[in-house]
């Protein structure tokens, strides 16, 4: 993974919003791993919903990302990978910042060389079936926690949080 100097620090954002009640900002939790080349990344979020199926992540990742961060509620499923070195590559290809998965990614050291920060709960080599199932820009809640479509997502080593806006 490189290490570069963000333009942020959650740990910066999460004191400026430590007393915001209205639900605007939120932290995930901490159980994602990272992977992917670049050590912290934020941008506008896209969200699909999907559960052992990688079809519409594939859809949205071959396409141009313009510096967006892609939101994958896959239910927390530790059965299957949901991305994997092929869709990293195309997601560093086509521009797009980060991909935060609700489930397992596989070719770790192929995440790794790609310039894309990943964030996932865990490794797994099983690939998916493609059903062609899911859902695309709808509230999903990830580890507890509503993303909506839009949001703002900023994730670094300290952590992932989502803002209704911009906050950088």
Known sequence: MTVSAPAFSTCD???????????????????????????????????????????????????????????????????????????????????????????CVRDVAELNAESVGIRALALIPLPTEKRNEGQRDVPVQIQGVWVQPGDWLYADADGIVVAHQALV
């Open 13 to 103: 954002l999460c004191d400026l919003h430590k007393n915001d009640g209205s639900g605007r900002f939120r932290v995930l939790p901490p159980v994602f791993q990272p992977f992917g080349g670049v050590a912290a990344f934020a941008g506008p979020v896209v969200t699909l919903k999907v559960f052992e199926d990688n079809t519409l992540v594939k859809q949205a990742l071959d396409e141009p990302g313009l510096g967006r961060v892609l939101v994958v509620d896959g239910g927390g499923s530790l059965r299957r990978a949901l991305v994997g070195g092929n869709l990293a590559k195309s997601a560093a290809l086509n521009g797009w910042a980060g991909v935060v998965v609700d489930g």
